[in-house]
């Protein structure tokens, strides 16, 4: 099994910052893509940013110019730097991962428990 653990949420003033952290733990072979999703009440989970393990990059267009991902592969942590942030960025915020469990025969995905990120002023 693989467990994710998220920090960093909180509140905001618009157009402040947040950083979000995520830590894998558990029994895996390897990661191959790292992540943030979020969902805001009564919408659908969107996909913010990912990172791969070589280092590739993936953002929604919404937030590519204010938000920032990285990754640390010896820690298997992400991290999303988020400023400008906006009400509409207000939301429940997911880590997720794409990992081969140790005696698995597939890469599977994994999802944190989520944060609750909060701009308003």
């Known amino acids: 099994q693989v467990r994710l653990v998220e920090s960093g949420g909180g509140l905001v003033q618009p157009g402040g910052s947040l950083r979000l952290s995520c830590a894998a733990s558990?029994?895996?072979?390897?990661?191959?893509?790292m992540g943030w999703f979020r969902q805001a009440p009564g919408k659908r989970r969107e996909l913010v940013a990912t990172i791969t393990s070589a280092g590739q990059t993936n953002y929604l267009d919404s937030v590519k110019d204010r938000f920032s991902i990285s990754g640390d592969n010896a820690k298997n942590s992400v991290y999303l730097q988020m400023d400008a942030l906006k009400p509409e960025d207000t939301a429940v915020y997911f880590c997720?991962?794409?990992?081969?469990?140790?005696?698995?025969?597939?890469?599977?995905?994994?999802w944190g428990q989520g944060i609750q990120v909060t701009v308003s002023s």
């Open positions: 997720n991962a794409r990992a081969f469990p140790s005696g698995g025969t597939s890469w599977l995905p994994y």
């Open positions: 558990g029994s895996f072979v390897a990661i191959n893509i």
